[in-house]
C-alpha cells in the first residue's frame, strides 16, 4: 500500500491549458468585458473628484425691500421694488410715497406709443423721450428710478427737504400759490401716509 502512494505522489499532475477547460472566444471576452469595467469605475473616480459643487448663494432680502415688495405687491411699480430698496432709506420712502400719489403706484401713468414711460411720479425732466403733455419718458424700470430717485436724493440732501410737507415743491415748484390749500394738504397727507410706512 505504501508503495502505490509513493508512486502516486512521484508522478507529475500537468494542469491542461485553459484553452482546453474553457472557450478560447468566452475567455477572451470575459477579459474584454472585465478591461471596460475596470476602465469604467476608473473614469467616474476621477471626474467625482473633478467635480467642484458650485456655491450655493442665497439671495438675503432687506427689512427695507421686504415692505416695500408687500406695499407694492399687485402694482405695475412692483417691478421697481428691489432699484428702489437700494436707494438711501429716506430716498426710497418719497419714491414710494410721491408714486402712489401720482400714479397709485403705476396704474395711472404716462404711456408714449402704446408703451409704458415707467414714470410713476409725474416727473418732467428734459429728454429725448417726452409725452406731448411734457411727462418724460424712461426706457426701463430701473433708469426710471435711478433719474427721479436721483432727484429727490438731490432735494433732501442740497436742498433740505427732508420732510413730505417739505417736498410739496415736488407738486408745487418752489411757490404753491397756484393750487388751493386743500390740494396741498392732501398731498402732503397722501405722501406722507406711505412715506411713514416706509421710513419707519
Not at 29 to 57: G, H, N, Q
Not at 122 to 131: D, H, I, K, L
Not at 145 to 162: A, D, F, M, P, Y
Not at 172 to 179: F, L, Q, R
Amino acid at each position: 500500500m505504501k508503495k502505490k502512494l509513493k508512486k502516486l505522489l512521484k508522478k507529475k499532475f500537468v494542469l491542461p491549458p485553459p484553452e482546453k477547460v474553457f472557450n478560447k472566444k468566452a475567455v477572451l471576452l470575459f477579459m474584454v468585458i472585465l478591461a471596460l469595467f475596470y476602465d469604467i469605475l476608473i473614469l467616474d473616480y476621477t471626474r467625482s473628484l473633478s467635480i467642484v459643487k458650485p456655491e450655493i448663494k442665497t439671495k438675503i432680502t432687506t427689512p427695507l425691500e421686504k415692505n416695500i415688495n408687500v406695499l407694492l405687491a399687485g402694482y405695475p411699480m412692483e417691478k421697481m421694488a428691489p432699484y428702489i430698496s437700494a436707494k438711501e432709506k429716506r430716498t426710497a420712502a418719497f419714491l414710494v410715497g410721491i408714486a402712489k400719489k401720482e400714479s397709485n403706484w403705476g396704474k395711472y401713468s404716462p404711456h408714449l406709443n402704446g408703451k409704458d414711460c415707467f414714470n410713476y411720479w409725474g416727473y418732467r425732466g428734459q429728454s429725448e423721450n417726452m409725452t406731448p403733455s411734457g411727462y418724460t419718458c424712461f426706457s426701463s424700470p430701473h433708469e426710471a428710478v435711478n433719474v427721479v430717485g436721483k432727484r429727490i436724493s438731490n432735494l433732501i440732501n442740497e436742498s433740505n427737504l427732508s420732510t413730505p410737507e417739505e417736498m410739496i415743491v415736488w407738486k408745487c415748484g418752489w411757490n404753491c400759490a397756484g393750487h388751493s390749500n386743500e390740494s396741498v394738504n392732501k398731498w402732503i397727507a397722501d405722501v406722507g401716509m406711505y412715506y411713514n410706512k416706509v421710513y419707519q
